[in-house]
């Protein structure tokens, strides 16, 4: 009768330590889950996006006003008599940021947007 109790008090032990185990292990997985899909993503820099974009052109806020860049130069090729400040907030953000295009054309077009 002795051995059989002890049995019962292993079999005890060895499920609170396999229950015990299976807790860590499923916590860990739930907070490594947690922390990769909902940590904060960093926004790529805009010095980031311009040296990723070798060419294209890039439209942003110079000295108050739109400049256009052609990639990979760092100093405006052409500054326009559009003021930032009669913007929307919203317009202002994304040039302050840079609004990448493709083309001139593409550029253009968001430069006839930001006239009208």
Known sequence: MQNKGMVMIMNKTSLRILLIGSGVVVTGIVLILAFTLFSPKEPASPAAESTAASSGYL???????IALYAL????????????????????????QSGIPADTLEQAEEYLEDFDS
């Open 72 to 95: 990979p130069e760092t100093t405006p090729s052409q500054i326009f008599d559009i003021y930032v400040d009669s913007l929307p907030e919203a317009d202002i953000a994304r040039l």
């Open 59 to 65: 439209l942003k806020e110079y000295d108050g006003r």
